[in-house]
Each structure stands twice: as structure tokens, then as C-alpha cells.
């Protein structure tokens, strides 16, 4: 359907009801014009015909009669017809003057000689002038004579009570017609300009009708596009004022309320992106309503991604659909542990519950998804804490008892084996020492990154390298081991001395201890893609792909019979490990089995 302004409707209205009216009004008012002209004309013509009647009733004595009628019979002009002649002729509109004996004959004409005219007994206005009892008798149509329409009017002439003569006078109807035509022109253009004018007025009328409105529309565009803060302008109509003033206020109880509800939604997604947990709400069809950063990042997509599909569209863990399905299914809540089975064995501990709108009506399901992974973690890695803290504790502790019973029981009288069984001893406390030594020094090392008060001071790489290779030194000979050093005097950067000293000191005698006679390890310090990169290479046998991932956990041993036989506590490369997170840093390994392994430290 075509719209238009209501600016046009109106003025279109007013314009067609203007045009009807003048339309309308100029046809009657020409209608009554032309009848009071014909009516003018037709007493015009009465009039002249009177006058014309008082002239020729001088001519009309029985005489006069019978020598008109002895003229018209020799076909010569009589008295009267040239009186006609004169009469006609006269000044002003041109006028037929006939005259009409009462049995019909004509002895007179203006336009037309007597003897060529018919009877005219039977003319309608001839016939009405005679009986009419004022006298005159009048009709429109057209003549024979002249062969144009013509008016004519007829007035009986009486004398002494009996009828003398007709008298008619007639005159075109095409000069009543130009004469109308004329007063129709002026009408015409009257309209025009009176309807001009109205249509000026009408379009004045009907912008101030519609302006208000075409501002409220202006105003309500602007509320749409979220411009609450306007307000419409008062109105001098009453009506249009108040609708104003309905308007200003649903324009101010909505910003309210929109205020209200994006702070409210401002603050929930606050909420939701600071949570850790995970949160996915579904409509009653599985139609994903909202979720967090954290749900999408479990599941490794993009929010976007998710926002507005089927669940079953874009999660791809069974686990999850099911727990997922269940919970819209349920009326109470519904809690399980579920495995994604993806890289990382991510487990999830999910809690789902029914949605509910304000009237306490179930509109979907909200599921809550914690991450429980690195807690597992930690209580597997606590519980093996535990259990080899025990063992390693209880190897030595078992191997001291032991000998201390054999002496108690007489060995101690052996002094050969006495000695030997003393040894024995003390080696195992010194390895007792050493557990208990790298077990306090993981814990102050543990408790430096969590409160982060690492002194860290600018400072030689390559003295750290040289102070550790130092240490090494001895071991490394008895095993015919050589050390290289390759670092550049200027690499410096902010260390704690110490620390990194010692996580050196594990790293390299690791790969003395580990590596065969006659070989070489490589200690390197050098600058690359904006990090000190420090690296411990040795030519020893090497480590399995599959221990890699678990190298740097406490007590975790690759061959436990020769790391206890070479006299490792199995916390070495724990300590290494939080020394670099102590420096912002990180360490990694890359190993090949009879090739050997390469130990990295970066540090920023």
C-alpha cells in the first residue's frame, strides 16, 4: 500500500473539496445566471415589444389594416413593415420586430419581407400571448426564417377590448450565449484565483495541522535511534500537547528502565567474565540463550560462535549434550563429573539446574561447568608427594636401623665391619640430609613465587656459568668429563645470583652424572629474540619421549635404581624449575635416547 504525508492527504483534501465546491458552485451559480439573463433578456425583449406596440397600434386602424394587407398582396413594402425596418435598426442590441394580425398573417418584419413568411397562428409564443391574461407569451427555439435558435417574445395588442395585433420581438440566442460566455470567463477566472487562494490557505492550514506531527515523528525517530534524552516540544492543540507530554514521559520511563537493565546486564556480564567456572544457559528447545568466556574457553570455540545455535549445532562432547539433556529434562538439580577426553584430559565437575523466568516458570536449563583439572593434579601430584617422600625417607631410614641393630647385636665388636657398617650409616644420613636439604629449599623457593619477593639485580651471566662450572669441576674429572663454556662477557640481566647458580650447579651435575666417560658437556649463555636463553647440552644416553612431560615433578626418576645409586634425592629438577619461575622465566628440555639431552634455561 502507497503512504503519503499527511501533509498532502490534508492539502490533497482540502484541494479536491475547493475544487468540487468551485466546481459545484460555479455550475449553479452560471445556471441562475443564465437564467436571470434569459430572464432580463426575455423582459428586455417585453419591454421593447411595447414599446414597439405603442408605435405600430397608430397603424393598425381597419384602414391601415386592409392597405398593409393590399401591399403585402402585390408584394411591396406597407407602413408598418417599414416601421418594423426602422424599429429593428435602432441603437443598442439588434432586435427582430415582427408584427401579427390575430388570424396569423405577418405584415411586418425587421429581418424578412411579410409575404415570404408563414402564418404564424400557431407559434407557440404567439398562441400564449393571446390567451395569456397579461398579455405576453414567450419561447426559445429555432427559426425558419433566420435559421438560427432565437428568443422570442410576444405582446397582444388590444383595442376597445378586442385584439388588433401581435407584436414580437426576438433577438439570437447566439448573442445570449456570448453574452453568457463572457459573464462564464469571469466566473471562471474568479474560481481560479478564489481557488488559488484556498489552496494557498489550505497548504498554510495543513502544514500547521501537520507540523506537530511531523515534529512528534521526528522526536519518536529519535527515541528509536536511542536518543531518550530529547523531549518534543509543547503544542498550542490540546490534544497534540498531551500526546507530547505521553510521549516525553514513556521516553523518560523508558531510559530509565533501559539504564536499569543494561547496568543490570552490564553487571552480570561483569560477573560472568570474571567467573573461572563456566556458564551456559539454554532455552526449553536447546537454543544456546548465554554463555561466558570461560564455558567457551573449555571447549576451545569462540563465544560468538556459540551465542543463538542448537546446542547439539556446536558442542561436540557427548558427555556434555547428555549432562546438558538430562538437566533440562529434570526438575531438581543434577551434578557430575565428566572427562572431555581432549589434550589436556580435562575434567569438569558440572552442576545443572532448571531456568526460571520472574513468574517462577521453567524457561530452559543453566549449566555450570568448574574445572577441576589442576586440582586432580595436584592432589595426584600431593599424593605422590607424599607417598615417595615416604619412601625416600624410608629407604635410608630402614638401611640405618638395620646396621644399628647389626652393631647392637655384636657387630660392633667386628671392627672391620664395624667401620663399614658406620660408613654405611652415615652415607644414608647424608642422603637423609640432602632430601631434607632440597626439601626446605623447594619450600622457601615455593614460598619466594608465591608472595614474589625475588630479589632480582642486574648482573654477569657468564660468572653465574663460571662459578657453577667451578662447583662441578671435581665431580666432572673423576668421571673424565670435560665442561666447555661458550658466553659472551656483556650478557647481562636481572638474576637473583644464587638461585640461578644452583639451578646450574643441578643441571650440570645431572649431566656429569648421567654421561659417559670421555665426553663433553656444553654449557652456552647467548641473547636470542629478546630473552637470555642458558643451555646445559650433554652426550650422556639420553631420555624417552614419554618421561619428558613429567621431568620436572618432585621425586620423579627415569631410572630410580641409578638415580639413587648416583646419590640423587629426585628434586633436583623441581628446584630448577621454580628457580626459572622465580626469574619470570621458564625451562625446558629436549632429549634423544643415546644421542643425549639438552637442558634450557630462558629468563626475560
Same mark, same amino acid.
Given at each position: 500500500?502507497?503512504?503519503?504525508?499527511?501533509?498532502?492527504?490534508?492539502?490533497?483534501?482540502?484541494?479536491?473539496?475547493?475544487?468540487?465546491?468551485?466546481?459545484?458552485?460555479?455550475?449553479?451559480?452560471?445556471?441562475?445566471?443564465?437564467? %436571470?439573463?434569459?430572464?432580463?433578456?426575455?423582459?428586455?425583449?417585453?419591454?421593447?415589444?411595447?414599446?414597439?406596440?405603442?408605435?405600430?397600434?397608430?397603424?393598425?386602424?381597419?384602414?391601415?389594416?386592409?392597405?398593409?394587407?393590399?401591399?403585402?398582396?402585390?408584394?411591396?413594402?406597407?407602413?408598418?413593415?417599414?416601421?418594423?425596418?426602422?424599429?429593428?435598426?435602432?441603437?443598442?442590441?439588434?432586435?427582430?420586430?415582427?408584427?401579427?394580425?390575430?388570424?396569423?398573417?405577418?405584415?411586418?418584419?425587421?429581418?424578412?419581407?411579410?409575404?415570404?413568411?408563414?402564418?404564424?397562428?400557431?407559434?407557440?409564443?404567439?398562441?400564449?400571448?393571446?390567451?395569456?391574461?397579461?398579455?405576453?407569451?414567450?419561447?426559445?427555439?429555432?427559426?425558419?426564417?433566420?435559421?438560427?435558435?432565437?428568443?422570442?417574445?410576444? %405582446?397582444?395588442?388590444?383595442?376597445?377590448?378586442?385584439?388588433?395585433?401581435?407584436?414580437?420581438?426576438?433577438?439570437?440566442?447566439?448573442?445570449?450565449?456570448?453574452?453568457?460566455?463572457?459573464?462564464?470567463?469571469?466566473?471562471?477566472?474568479?474560481?481560479?484565483?478564489?481557488?488559488?487562494?484556498?489552496?494557498?490557505?489550505?497548504?498554510?492550514?495543513?502544514?500547521?495541522?501537520?507540523?506537530?506531527?511531523?515534529?512528534?515523528?521526528?522526536?519518536?525517530?529519535? %527515541?528509536?535511534?536511542?536518543?531518550?534524552?530529547?523531549?518534543?516540544?509543547?503544542?498550542?492543540?490540546?490534544? /497534540?500537547?498531551? $500526546?507530547?507530554?505521553?510521549?516525553?514521559?514513556?521516553?523518560?520511563?523508558?531510559?530509565?528502565?533501559?539504564?536499569?537493565?543494561?547496568?543490570?546486564?552490564?553487571?552480570?556480564?561483569?560477573?560472568?567474565?570474571?567467573?573461572?567456572?563456566?556458564?551456559?544457559?539454554?532455552?526449553?528447545?536447546?537454543?544456546?540463550?548465554?554463555?561466558?568466556?570461560?564455558?567457551?574457553?573449555?571447549?576451545?570455540?569462540?563465544?560468538?560462535?556459540?551465542?543463538?545455535?542448537?546446542?547439539?549445532?556446536?558442542?561436540?562432547?557427548?558427555?556434555?549434550?547428555?549432562?546438558?539433556?538430562?538437566?533440562?529434562?529434570?526438575?531438581?538439580?543434577?551434578?557430575?563429573?565428566?572427562?572431555?577426553?581432549?589434550?589436556?584430559?580435562?575434567?569438569?565437575?558440572?552442576?545443572?539446574?532448571?531456568?526460571?523466568?520472574?513468574?517462577?516458570?521453567?524457561?530452559?536449563?543453566?549449566? #555450570?561447568?568448574?574445572?577441576?583439572?589442576?586440582?586432580?593434579?595436584?592432589?595426584?601430584?600431593?599424593?605422590?608427594?607424599?607417598?615417595?617422600?615416604?619412601?625416600?625417607?624410608?629407604?635410608?631410614?630402614?638401611?640405618?636401623?638395620?646396621?644399628?641393630?647389626?652393631?647392637?647385636?655384636?657387630?660392633?665388636?667386628?671392627?672391620?665391619?664395624?667401620?663399614?657398617?658406620?660408613?654405611? !650409616?652415615?652415607?644414608?644420613?647424608?642422603?637423609?640430609?640432602? /632430601?631434607?636439604?632440597? $626439601?626446605?629449599? $623447594?619450600?622457601?623457593?615455593?614460598?619466594?613465587?608465591?608472595?614474589?619477593?625475588?630479589?632480582?639485580?642486574?648482573?654477569?651471566?657468564?660468572?653465574?656459568?663460571?662459578?657453577?662450572?667451578?662447583?662441578?669441576?671435581?665431580?666432572?674429572?673423576?668421571?673424565?668429563?670435560?665442561?666447555?663454556?661458550?658466553?659472551?662477557?656483556?650478557? !647481562?640481566?636481572?638474576?637473583?645470583?644464587?638461585?640461578?647458580?644452583?639451578?646450574?650447579?643441578?643441571?650440570?651435575?645431572?649431566? !656429569?652424572?648421567?654421561?659417559?666417560?670421555?665426553?663433553?658437556?656444553? #654449557?652456552?649463555?647467548?641473547?636470542?629474540?629478546?630473552?637470555?636463553? /642458558?643451555?646445559?647440552?650433554?652426550?650422556?644416553?639420553?631420555?624417552?619421549?614419554?618421561?619428558?612431560?613429567?621431568? %620436572?615433578?618432585?621425586?620423579?626418576?627415569?631410572?630410580?635404581?641409578?638415580?639413587?645409586?648416583?646419590?640423587?634425592?629426585?628434586?633436583?629438577?623441581?628446584? !630448577?624449575?621454580?628457580?626459572?619461575?622465580?626469574?619470570?622465566?621458564?625451562?625446558?628440555?629436549?632429549?634423544?635416547?643415546?644421542?643425549?639431552?639438552?637442558?634450557? /634455561?630462558?629468563?626475560?
Amino acid at each position: 500500500m502507497r503512504r503519503r504525508r499527511l501533509l498532502y492527504r490534508l492539502f490533497l483534501s482540502y484541494l479536491w473539496i475547493t475544487i468540487a465546491a468551485a466546481v459545484l458552485g460555479g455550475l449553479y451559480v452560471a445556471h441562475l445566471l443564465r437564467e %436571470f439573463h434569459l430572464a432580463q433578456t426575455r423582459k428586455d425583449l417585453e419591454a421593447r415589444a411595447r414599446l414597439c406596440a405603442n408605435q405600430i397600434l397608430q397603424l393598425l386602424d381597419e384602414d391601415k389594416i386592409k392597405e398593409s394587407l393590399e401591399l403585402r398582396k402585390d408584394k411591396r413594402p406597407n407602413p408598418v413593415h417599414r416601421l418594423c425596418k426602422e424599429l429593428g435598426d435602432a441603437p443598442g442590441i439588434k432586435t427582430r420586430i415582427t408584427v401579427i394580425l390575430p388570424d396569423g398573417t405577418v405584415i411586418g418584419d425587421t429581418e424578412e419581407d411579410p409575404w415570404r413568411m408563414d402564418n404564424h397562428a400557431k407559434r407557440a409564443e404567439i398562441r400564449d400571448a393571446v390567451k395569456s391574461k397579461d398579455l405576453v407569451g414567450h419561447s426559445l427555439r429555432y427559426s425558419d426564417t433566420t435559421q438560427v435558435d432565437r428568443m422570442y417574445v410576444a %405582446f397582444a395588442v388590444h383595442r376597445g377590448g378586442s385584439l388588433v395585433a401581435v407584436v414580437r420581438a426576438s433577438i439570437p440566442v447566439m448573442t445570449i450565449q456570448q453574452t453568457l460566455a463572457d459573464i462564464y470567463k469571469k466566473i471562471i477566472a474568479a474560481a481560479m484565483v478564489g481557488a488559488g487562494l484556498i489552496a494557498v490557505a489550505s497548504l498554510w492550514i495543513s502544514r500547521r495541522i501537520s507540523r506537530p506531527l511531523e515534529e512528534m515523528k521526528a522526536g519518536a525517530e529519535r %527515541f528509536a535511534r536511542g536518543e531518550l534524552d530529547h523531549r518534543l516540544a509543547d503544542s498550542d492543540s490540546e490534544e /497534540i500537547a498531551a $500526546l507530547s507530554a505521553a510521549m516525553n514521559e514513556m521516553a523518560s520511563q523508558l531510559d530509565d528502565r533501559i539504564r536499569t537493565v543494561t547496568r543490570q546486564q552490564g553487571e552480570l556480564q561483569a560477573m560472568l567474565v570474571s567467573m573461572d567456572e563456566g556458564v551456559l544457559a539454554v532455552d526449553l528447545n536447546g537454543k544456546i540463550i548465554s554463555l561466558n568466556q570461560a564455558f567457551a574457553g573449555i571447549l576451545h570455540v569462540d563465544v560468538n560462535e556459540l551465542k543463538g545455535h542448537i546446542v547439539h549445532e556446536v558442542i561436540r562432547k557427548p558427555d556434555l549434550l547428555e549432562f546438558v539433556e538430562s538437566t533440562m529434562s529434570s526438575t531438581d538439580p543434577v551434578e557430575k563429573t565428566i572427562e572431555l577426553h581432549d589434550a589436556e584430559d580435562t575434567q569438569l565437575r558440572a552442576r545443572g539446574t532448571a531456568l526460571l523466568d520472574a513468574r517462577r516458570q521453567k524457561i530452559g536449563a543453566l549449566v #555450570v561447568l568448574y574445572d577441576v583439572t589442576r586440582l586432580l593434579r595436584l592432589e595426584t601430584v600431593r599424593r605422590d608427594f607424599v607417598a615417595n617422600v615416604s619412601h625416600e625417607l624410608g629407604t635410608p631410614i630402614t638401611a640405618i636401623k638395620g646396621f644399628v641393630e647389626s652393631l647392637l647385636d655384636g657387630a660392633l665388636d667386628d671392627r672391620e665391619n664395624a667401620n663399614r657398617f658406620l660408613e654405611i !650409616v652415615l652415607k644414608q644420613v647424608d642422603r637423609l640430609n640432602a /632430601i631434607a636439604d632440597d $626439601l626446605l629449599t $623447594l619450600s622457601r623457593l615455593e614460598s619466594k613465587s608465591e608472595q614474589q619477593v625475588a630479589e632480582l639485580k642486574p648482573d654477569s651471566v657468564q660468572s653465574v656459568l663460571q662459578a657453577a662450572i667451578q662447583t662441578c669441576e671435581h665431580a666432572a674429572t673423576e668421571h673424565r668429563i670435560g665442561i666447555e663454556l661458550n658466553c659472551n662477557e656483556d650478557l !647481562v640481566t636481572d638474576i637473583d645470583v644464587v638461585l640461578l647458580e644452583r639451578a646450574i650447579v643441578n643441571l650440570i651435575d645431572n649431566a !656429569v652424572k648421567y654421561s659417559e666417560p670421555e665426553t663433553t658437556v656444553k #654449557v652456552a649463555g647467548e641473547r636470542l629474540d629478546g630473552q637470555i636463553v /642458558i643451555r646445559v647440552e650433554d652426550e650422556g644416553s639420553g631420555i624417552a619421549s614419554y618421561h619428558l612431560p613429567r621431568l %620436572f615433578e618432585r621425586f620423579y626418576r627415569v631410572d630410580k635404581a641409578r638415580s639413587r645409586e648416583q646419590g640423587g634425592t629426585g628434586l633436583g629438577l623441581a628446584i !630448577v624449575k621454580h628457580i626459572a619461575v622465580l626469574h619470570h622465566g621458564s625451562v625446558d628440555v629436549a632429549s634423544t635416547v643415546d644421542v643425549g639431552s639438552t637442558f634450557t /634455561i630462558r629468563l626475560p
